[in-house]
């Protein structure tokens, strides 16, 4: 499984380093889930320190189309310690742990099209999205 070929300079390019080392701190502790990882960019559920989770996606090179649901990115539309998060995690993990989040949502998708939904690719796309229902489901598919 191949990442993008991220540039964590240019990431943390005039970004505040306190966020870049919460960021840090956040990918360390592992608050950064990896729920979509492909050549193509990455998708990640990241923890922040309220316990809210927020949906980050990186494709570019320099994270310069980063998205993320937190407040600050949501009003600033400046890269956010979510994005070094997870970006740190995808740069950190290992083969197996980059094959697991990159079969995570096709597996989902298996499971709930074995139990027979034919809501399956609505589900799936709205568990990318949405962190408490992709557990629910997952939880679901496997009990």
């Avoid at 600050?72 to 979510?82: G, I, Q, S, T, V």
Wanted: proline share 4%; with cysteine; glycine share 6%.
């Amino acid at each position: 499984m191949t990442l993008p070929d991220f540039d964590y300079q240019a990431i943390c390019d005039g970004m505040p380093e306190a966020r870049v080392m919460r960021g840090e701190a956040y990918a360390a502790k592992g608050w950064a889930e990896l729920v979509e990882v492909g050549p193509a960019g990455i998708l990640a559920h990241v923890k922040g320190e309220r316990d809210i989770v927020y949906v980050v996606e990186v494709s570019a090179r320099d994270a310069s189309d980063a998205r993320c649901t937190c407040p600050d990115f949501e009003e600033n539309r400046l890269r956010c310690k979510h994005v070094v998060a997870a970006v740190r995690a995808a740069m950190g993990a290992d083969a197996a742990t980059l094959e697991t989040a990159a079969a995570r949502l096709p597996r989902l998708a298996d499971l709930l099209d074995m139990e027979g939904r034919d809501d399956v690719d609505a589900l799936v796309d709205r568990a990318r999205r949405d962190p408490a229902l992709l557990i629910d489901l997952e939880g679901a598919a496997v009990a």
